[in-house]
Each structure stands twice: as structure tokens, then as C-alpha cells.
């Protein structure tokens, strides 16, 4: 997949190293934990495809695409990761009704 506006190849992420890796999620967190998105992240790059059997001439034939970083995808990736875990712990909770013990327990085995 070509890269965005940031430069940032797909394959490239899949191919970072351990250190490379705990760095880019202490970025995470630290965007997570303050709120603070990059600017460059809130500007998708967009290009304009010509549809199917469209004449090339009219703008009409064209149809925008927004394409957005992929550590903006990678990152809302990791936050659907987490909340959907975290979800499916409270549902387990409820569901069973567990003491609190039994729930500590769950919660270590979980976070480890």
C-alpha cells in the first residue's frame, strides 16, 4: 500500500523491531493519556479515483477518497483491541456474577 501525507509505509510497521515497537506504543499512550492528536493526523490525503466507464474530462466522473496515516489506523486499531477486551471482561463479569476475588484473579490473568 502506498503511504500517506506522513510518509510512513504499512510494510514498514510490520517490520519494526521490539524497541521500535515499545516506542511507537509510549507515543500511543501519551496521545491516548493526553488527547492531543498529531495535526498532520487530522488531515487525511485526499485523491480523486475516475469511476467505472466514466468519461476523464468531467469532473463529474470522479469520486473522492480520503486517505488517512497508518499510525492513525494502527493506533485505532489497538484502541478497538482494548475497549473490545475490555468489554467482553464486563460482560463475563456480569453475566457470571463472580465475588471479588475471583474478579482480581481474572483481572491479573488478563493484564499479563
Same mark, same amino acid.
Given at each position: 500500500?502506498?503511504?500517506?501525507?506522513?510518509?510512513?509505509?504499512?510494510?514498514?510497521?510490520?517490520?519494526?523491531?521490539?524497541?521500535?515497537?515499545?516506542?511507537?506504543?509510549?507515543?500511543?499512550?501519551?496521545?491516548?493519556?493526553?488527547?492531543?492528536?498529531?495535526?498532520?493526523?487530522?488531515?487525511?490525503?485526499?485523491?480523486?479515483?475516475?469511476?467505472?466507464?466514466?468519461? @476523464? =474530462? #468531467?469532473?463529474?466522473?470522479?469520486?473522492? $477518497?480520503? &486517505?488517512?496515516? +497508518? %499510525?492513525?489506523?494502527?493506533?485505532?486499531?489497538?484502541?478497538?483491541?482494548?475497549?473490545?477486551?475490555?468489554?467482553?471482561?464486563?460482560?463475563?463479569? @456480569? =453475566? #457470571?456474577?463472580?465475588?471479588?476475588?475471583? $474478579?482480581? &484473579?481474572?483481572? +491479573? %490473568?488478563?493484564?499479563?
Amino acid at each position: 500500500m502506498s503511504p500517506r501525507r506522513d510518509k510512513i509505509h504499512a510494510e514498514f510497521l510490520k517490520h519494526i523491531g521490539p524497541n521500535a515497537k515499545s516506542t511507537l506504543l509510549r507515543f500511543f499512550n501519551y496521545i491516548w493519556k493526553m488527547g492531543i492528536v498529531p495535526v498532520n493526523w487530522k488531515r487525511p490525503m485526499t485523491v480523486l479515483i475516475l469511476k467505472k466507464d466514466k468519461e @476523464a =474530462t #468531467n469532473t463529474q466522473s470522479y469520486m473522492p $477518497i480520503s &486517505l488517512t496515516s +497508518i %499510525m492513525v489506523k494502527l493506533m485505532e486499531s489497538m484502541i478497538v483491541n482494548r475497549l473490545t477486551g475490555s468489554l467482553k471482561l464486563m460482560i463475563y463479569f @456480569a =453475566t #457470571n456474577k463472580l465475588c471479588f476475588a475471583e $474478579i482480581d &484473579l481474572l483481572l +491479573i %490473568m488478563w493484564l499479563i
